[in-house]
């Protein structure tokens, strides 16, 4: 089992950066695909971004290709998100997972998918 533990949200204004951390403990962290996801209010969760155990493979939502950047490093046992370019829609709680997997070189898509969850961290956008 893994714990999630989210941090770096905050208030930021529009066109401004943030970088969401994601701290795992527990089992190996470079067993576990990761995602982020994020839930505006009155919205359901919705998929932000994936990456593989080793970090080379990732996904990205289409609302947030080419500001969000994903990435992980497993020697720290953290996963990140790097939100450039903010825009008022991004605000949401954003919530990382984890997924057990065999699969080295393999990103996950889908909130079903995923094994563990944080808690999640609010971000707010300002306009």
């Known amino acids: 089992q893994v714990q999630l533990a989210e941090s770096g949200g905050g208030l930021v204004q529009a066109g401004g950066s943030l970088r969401l951390s994601c701290a795992a403990t527990?089992?190996?962290?470079?067993?576990?695909?990761m995602g982020w996801f994020r839930q505006a209010p009155g919205k359901e969760r919705d998929v932000v971004a994936g990456?593989?155990?080793?970090?080379?493979?990732?996904y990205y939502a289409d609302s947030v290709k080419g500001r969000f950047t994903i990435s992980r490093d497993n020697a720290k046992n953290t996963v990140y998100l790097q939100m450039n370019s903010r825009k008022p829609e991004d605000t949401a709680v954003y919530y990382c997972?984890?997924?057990?997997?065999?699969?080295?070189?393999?990103?996950?898509?889908?909130?079903?998918?995923?094994?563990?969850w944080g808690q999640g961290t609010q971000v707010t956008v300002s306009s």
């Open positions: 997972a984890a997924k057990a997997t065999i699969y080295t070189d393999t990103y996950y898509r889908r909130e079903y998918e995923y094994n563990y």
């Open positions: 527990g089992r190996t962290f470079s067993s576990y695909a």
């Open positions: 990456i593989d155990r080793t970090g080379g493979r990732t």
